[in-house]
């Protein structure tokens, strides 16, 4: 693809995202209808997707974000859920879907229509989690969800190779299907277990910031390209890297924090913008491709597979819900209750995204000689899948979680925890701070160990100023105003800098240097204030 399609891909996808913050429909849905239309206008270039790219250059990075965000600790209490739904639904999804299509559409062999099943039986939760964090869905849900679409990638790009290679004739049996599977969850952790660990000590001693963001943009491709080498999953390499890295965070150096989040920020961005909207620009494509198949054949075996996608969906995850309940007395005392709300909303958070079409799209033409059997039709009906799950489901779903009147979740209660465990760090820095200065090695004139002090009164008040009432004048709290009031303090210390710079009585190096100075105090005082609302 030339340079100014993509260039325009992005920018478009950008503009429509940033004006989506302004409307109730989430961004992805904007973006998949701002596809379609696009895709018949005149003059918009042919934006085939291609899977060669989409799979190893595009879902790398997007999981291991997904992942740096993600809860190891929260993952580990919810593995049974999750586990539940990234694996077995997945199976049992691909056979179940597989079957019905077979049952469906004439002429479609049962070995095409499963490898239809593994193709559609992933859901992109990346519309999903972003629902539920909108909506504050408690965070059990929000973390099965997640969790969910950062392994069921992996479960169903096997099954789908499992499945071509019984349709190509390739002769996979049982025992060949269970060797695959094993060789690419148990081969994708081991990758991923190998790298984590020299990659953070690589992340911990490196102070070069090119270097360092470098680095950070490698990782996963480097841990999916040296899965998918040895025939493992690239999905699980990526996601077990990113997951230790998250929780071992904290041990990085702070800049090399700061500088990741911004440019992984940037990077997801740019990514999930583009690929919804190039989810709908497929349209065209796919409908030329129907060949034998008439429209309205084509539009009746697509609104009979969505339905079975959706049906099979509720058929797995209620069972998944209650029969481990009422088999094991260890699962009811270990997990919370759950009414039957929470099941229905993430029976219907089953909404398919692009990794479904890309796998659709690495169907071989031809076979042995002859053509794969229905392949045109199969990438039909993978994309009025994912189209039809994004838009019914997608734009329901923010509805149907205010109809069922799902607790949300308390954020009074999570301010009170935060300003909590404020307090405890506070009382020990405070320690540490009194020993250090005993030292006469660390003498300091008084107004500077004031200074450090009063940053440490500050911090554990900040978080305590957010439970208090907002002021009856301005209908700020305390904790908005000091942010308001550091900003516009810092504005006249760098307009007086950019004067000085301009006056030619500092150059400017010395004025990026006081400058950045400038950015981090500011970034600290919103730091120090800001809430995850």
Same mark, same amino acid.
Not at 396 to 405: D, E, H, S, Y
């Given at each position: 693809m030339e340079a100014t399609p993509l260039v325009a891909l992005i920018a478009v996808s950008a503009v429509i995202a940033g004006a989506a913050r302004r409307t109730p429909v989430p961004a992805p849905l904007l973006l998949v209808a701002a596809g379609l239309a696009a895709s018949y206008l005149p003059g918009v270039p042919d934006y085939t997707l291609d899977p060669h790219i989409v799979l190893p250059l595009v879902l790398p990075p997007l999981l291991h974000t997904a992942a740096l965000d993600s809860s190891y600790l929260d993952l580990r209490a919810h593995l049974r859920p999750v586990a539940l739904l990234s694996v077995g639904y997945v199976l049992f999804a691909t056979v179940a879907v597989g079957w019905l299509a077979h049952l469906l559409v004439p002429d479609l062999p049962l070995t095409a229509a499963l490898v239809l099943g593994a193709v559609i039986a992933p859901p992109d939760a990346v519309a999903a989690t972003a629902i539920a964090r909108r909506l504050r869905l408690p965070g059990r849900i929000t973390t099965i969800l997640q969790g969910e679409s950062l392994v069921n990638d992996a479960?169903?790009?096997? $099954?789908?190779?499992?499945?071509? $290679?019984?349709?190509? @004739?390739? @002769?996979?049996?049982?025992?060949?299907?269970?060797?695959?599977?094993?060789?690419?969850?148990?081969?994708?952790?081991?990758?991923?277990?190998?790298?984590?660990?020299?990659?953070?000590?690589?992340?911990?001693?490196?102070? %070069?910031?090119?270097?360092?963001?470098?680095?950070?943009?490698?990782?996963?491709?480097?841990?999916?390209?040296?899965?998918?080498?040895?025939?493992?999953?690239?999905?699980?390499?990526?996601?077990?890297?990113a997951l230790y890295l998250g929780h071992r965070s904290w041990q990085v150096d702070f800049a090399t924090r700061l500088q990741e989040a911004a440019v992984w920020k940037m990077v997801a961005f740019i990514l999930e913008t583009s690929v919804f909207a190039l989810i709908g620009l497929q349209l065209p494509y796919v409908v030329r491709g129907l060949g034998p198949y008439g429209i309205g054949e084509a539009v009746w075996y697509a609104v009979a597979v969505f339905a079975a996608v959706v049906l099979v969906r509720f058929v797995w995850v209620f069972p998944a819900t209650y029969l481990p309940r009422l088999l094991s007395s260890r699962v009811r005392e270990r997990e919370p209750d759950t009414t039957w709300k929470a099941p229905v909303i993430v029976g219907w958070a089953g909404m398919r995204g692009v990794v479904s079409l890309a796998i659709a799209f690495t169907i071989p033409v031809a076979t042995g000689?002859?053509?794969?059997?229905?392949?045109?039709?199969?990438?039909?009906?993978?994309?009025?899948?994912?189209?039809?799950?994004?838009?019914?489901?997608?734009?329901?779903?923010?509805?149907?979680?205010?109809?069922?009147?799902?607790?949300?979740?308390?954020?009074?209660?999570?301010?009170?925890?935060?300003?909590?465990?404020?307090? %405890? $760090?506070?009382?020990?820095? %405070?320690?540490?701070?009194?020993?250090?200065?005993?030292?006469?090695?660390?003498?300091?004139? %008084?107004?500077?160990?004031?200074?450090?002090?009063t940053v440490l009164e500050r911090r554990r008040n900040a978080v305590w100023e957010r439970l208090g009432a907002v002021s009856a004048t301005t209908g700020e709290s305390a904790d908005d105003t000091y942010r308001r009031l550091a900003r516009e303090v810092i504005d006249a210390e760098r307009e007086v800098f950019a004067r000085l710079r301009d006056e030619r009585r500092i150059d400017d190096e010395m004025l990026r240097t006081l400058l950045r100075r400038l950015d981090l105090e500011e970034a600290a005082a919103y730091r120090e204030t800001a809430s995850d609302g």
């Amino acid at each position: 693809m030339e340079a100014t399609p993509l260039v325009a891909l992005i920018a478009v996808s950008a503009v429509i995202a940033g004006a989506a913050r302004r409307t109730p429909v989430p961004a992805p849905l904007l973006l998949v209808a701002a596809g379609l239309a696009a895709s018949y206008l005149p003059g918009v270039p042919d934006y085939t997707l291609d899977p060669h790219i989409v799979l190893p250059l595009v879902l790398p990075p997007l999981l291991h974000t997904a992942a740096l965000d993600s809860s190891y600790l929260d993952l580990r209490a919810h593995l049974r859920p999750v586990a539940l739904l990234s694996v077995g639904y997945v199976l049992f999804a691909t056979v179940a879907v597989g079957w019905l299509a077979h049952l469906l559409v004439p002429d479609l062999p049962l070995t095409a229509a499963l490898v239809l099943g593994a193709v559609i039986a992933p859901p992109d939760a990346v519309a999903a989690t972003a629902i539920a964090r909108r909506l504050r869905l408690p965070g059990r849900i929000t973390t099965i969800l997640q969790g969910e679409s950062l392994v069921n990638d992996a479960t169903a790009i096997t $099954a789908y190779k499992v499945a071509l $290679a019984a349709a190509v @004739g390739a @002769g996979v049996g049982w025992a060949g299907g269970i060797g695959q599977f094993a060789l690419a969850a148990v081969g994708g952790v081991g990758v991923g277990l190998v790298l984590m660990v020299p990659i953070h000590w690589l992340r911990r001693r490196l102070r %070069e910031p090119l270097l360092l963001n470098t680095l950070s943009l490698l990782i996963p491709f480097v841990a999916y390209a040296l899965a998918e080498r040895v025939h493992a999953s690239g999905v699980l390499a990526v996601v077990v890297v990113a997951l230790y890295l998250g929780h071992r965070s904290w041990q990085v150096d702070f800049a090399t924090r700061l500088q990741e989040a911004a440019v992984w920020k940037m990077v997801a961005f740019i990514l999930e913008t583009s690929v919804f909207a190039l989810i709908g620009l497929q349209l065209p494509y796919v409908v030329r491709g129907l060949g034998p198949y008439g429209i309205g054949e084509a539009v009746w075996y697509a609104v009979a597979v969505f339905a079975a996608v959706v049906l099979v969906r509720f058929v797995w995850v209620f069972p998944a819900t209650y029969l481990p309940r009422l088999l094991s007395s260890r699962v009811r005392e270990r997990e919370p209750d759950t009414t039957w709300k929470a099941p229905v909303i993430v029976g219907w958070a089953g909404m398919r995204g692009v990794v479904s079409l890309a796998i659709a799209f690495t169907i071989p033409v031809a076979t042995g000689g002859e053509p794969f059997p229905a392949r045109n039709l199969v990438l039909f009906l993978t994309f009025t899948t994912v189209i039809g799950t994004l838009v019914v489901q997608g734009l329901t779903l923010p509805a149907l979680i205010r109809a069922l009147r799902l607790p949300g979740r308390d954020a009074r209660a999570e301010t009170l925890a935060e300003a909590q465990a404020q307090n %405890e $760090a506070s009382r020990a820095a %405070e320690e540490r701070l009194a020993a250090l200065l005993a030292d006469e090695r660390n003498a300091l004139p %008084e107004p500077l160990a004031d200074r450090l002090r009063t940053v440490l009164e500050r911090r554990r008040n900040a978080v305590w100023e957010r439970l208090g009432a907002v002021s009856a004048t301005t209908g700020e709290s305390a904790d908005d105003t000091y942010r308001r009031l550091a900003r516009e303090v810092i504005d006249a210390e760098r307009e007086v800098f950019a004067r000085l710079r301009d006056e030619r009585r500092i150059d400017d190096e010395m004025l990026r240097t006081l400058l950045r100075r400038l950015d981090l105090e500011e970034a600290a005082a919103y730091r120090e204030t800001a809430s995850d609302g």
